[in-house]
């Protein structure tokens, strides 16, 4: 069993930047690929950015391409989700998922695709 942990959301103003953390508690997160999704109130759950294993291949939404950067440090267990330039419409939780992959470079864009999730954290971007 993974747990995930997010940190780093809050509330800000609109152009400001944030960076998100997601820890895990495994020590073989190296084998994971790890996505960031977003669910605003009434709305479903949304895909933001994704990176695999070793952060060589990354994806990121058209709605928020240009102002997002995901990483990850392996040897701290933990990806990176900075976020700039950020709007009052990218208000939502922000949640990490993570999906075993050992060496795979794919990525995966559905939620169902994920095995473990973190309870997320909470974005509010004011105008």
């Known amino acids: 069993q993974v747990q995930l942990v997010e940190s780093g959301g809050g509330l800000v103003q609109a152009g400001d930047s944030l960076r998100l953390s997601c820890a895990a508690s495994?020590?073989?997160?190296?084998?994971?690929?790890v996505a960031w999704f977003r669910r605003a109130p009434g709305s479903e759950r949304e895909f933001v950015a994704g990176?695999?294993?070793?952060?060589?291949?990354?994806y990121y939404t058209d709605s928020m391409k240009g102002r997002l950067v995901i990483s990850r440090d392996n040897a701290k267990n933990t990806v990176y989700l900075q976020m700039n330039s950020l709007e009052p419409e990218d208000t939502a939780v922000y949640s990490c998922?993570?999906?075993?992959?050992?060496?795979?470079?794919?990525?995966?864009?559905?939620?169902?695709?994920?095995?473990?999730w973190g309870q997320g954290t909470q974005v509010t971007v004011s105008s």
């Open positions: 495994t020590s073989t997160f190296r084998n994971y690929a």
């Open positions: 990176i695999s294993w070793s952060g060589a291949n990354t």
């Open positions: 998922a993570a999906k075993r992959t050992y060496l795979s470079p794919r990525l995966y864009l559905s939620p169902t695709e994920y095995d473990y």
